[in-house]
């Protein structure tokens, strides 16, 4: 790699590092806190009480006293660790995410690099800070170290192309599953990884060998899976069929606009972003398929070939869910490095198509407002550093709580209950979609609600909440204007 390869990785990887740091910095702060949290966090808080790992998500759903296995089970078992090694706060319970997220980012950038590419990799950083991806990391959940296994599996298929041998099939296998163990709409990924690893071998004559290590790397991940289920595969798969029923139907109501509307400023760049893979990852796909057949294809252009096939991938995952905006980060990074690829090519030729030009006008411009959305969340990270800690509303429910009170409130407080070491039980997740899931509030305990909650209860009964007084009802956060998160206290109806 000449002197301008290494300061174009140098520079994309202190831009992305950077960035990590700075979003680490602010995990306890910004966002404010959001329903997943407690559903990917309580699990792993109660089994570390001695309460057991399992979460009241419904009474209807099956085993819910003695499994988890609502999802992939590998990020809350996580959590057990994370809050073991570094304690239960907003901060530590986001830091995985986060971490692991960036690291899928500079890995993409350092495959860049070792494709040949010199400028592609600060591209790469440029257009996917810009995005809206890493405004979906900050969160408690487990979509970064998904995406960071599933670009690992990418590399060592890259590497299974160019040494085809049983380590390189065993470790496709390995970090892809394990991405499904995170989660499981990264199966996606799994089937192609192991489409393609079957093409290879069969044309390498090494298929038997190469499936058998692949099977070896499967099984592992296998055996974990079993493992935290307790070894009980046909109570978590009925568990899990449970959960996918319930969670599609809010899914089968949502339509693109609805995603286009949540992902604001960045919706334009996402259409360009789908709008390029099909006009570029798919003809991508196509013309070097058909190379591949017959033995013409290098190293470079297998490494395009698979960011065209993960492109796709990405956009059925993004599909599948089109409502949930975080799943643009399983999109978006295989066609910005696809982009940037095509890019670099742009600025080497000499005389450069117009409709080269064109595209490439376009995808900045809508590339724009979404670098600048991300800017602003930047700015309000900075401009409230001091208002969104949590010191005031921690200090207002320790004056208001009488010590050792029983709370209950909606799921979306309760990293901030944890903070506050309440005695705090969480409505049922379901309740918010299905009324035969809202608790009956004992009348001696509290109410911690949101305002929203509290305007318009969806996880407890209207009678509850409007049949008791408010101790108070006021920002969370006081200072941060539009960022406001405002709490209220409710008390019990005997004393």
Known sequence: MNRAGRTALATSLALLIGSLVFFVCFAGLYPNPCIDESFFN????????????????SSQAPFWQTLWSYHGPFFPHLQVLVFWLF???QQESRMPNIVAGYLAASLMAFLLMRAGWRVAPLIFAVVWLGDRAPQELQHARMDGIALLLVVIGFTMLNRFYAEPNLRNAFCIAFFTSAAVGFHPVTTYFFVLSASILCILAYKRGCLPRSLSGFGCGFAVVALAVLAFVQFHPIEGL???RWWLHVVSQPAEKAHLTDLLSIIRWSKWFFLALAGFTVFAAFPIAFIQRRSLRGDLIDGQSFFKLSLA???LAGAACLINKAVYPYYILYFSIWPIALLATE?????????????SIAVAAILFVA???SAAWNAMRIREEVLYRKQLTHGYILARLKQSLPANAKVSGDPSIYMLAEEANLNFTPAPWNANYSPVDRPDVPPDEWLLLTEDEYTSPVYFFQSDVRSRSVAFCANAFPGAKQLDFDVCLLRPLVK
């Open 343 to 355: 890019a670099e090519q742009l600025l080497r030729r000499k005389r450069p198509r117009v409709l």
């Open 309 to 311: 096939l993960f492109s």
């Open 367 to 369: 590339w724009l407002p």
């Open 238 to 240: 009925e568990q899990f």
């Open 42 to 57: 309580f699990p792993a808080i109660s089994y570390l009480k001695g309460h057991g790992f399992f979460y009241l998500i």
């Open 87 to 89: 304690g239960i706060t």
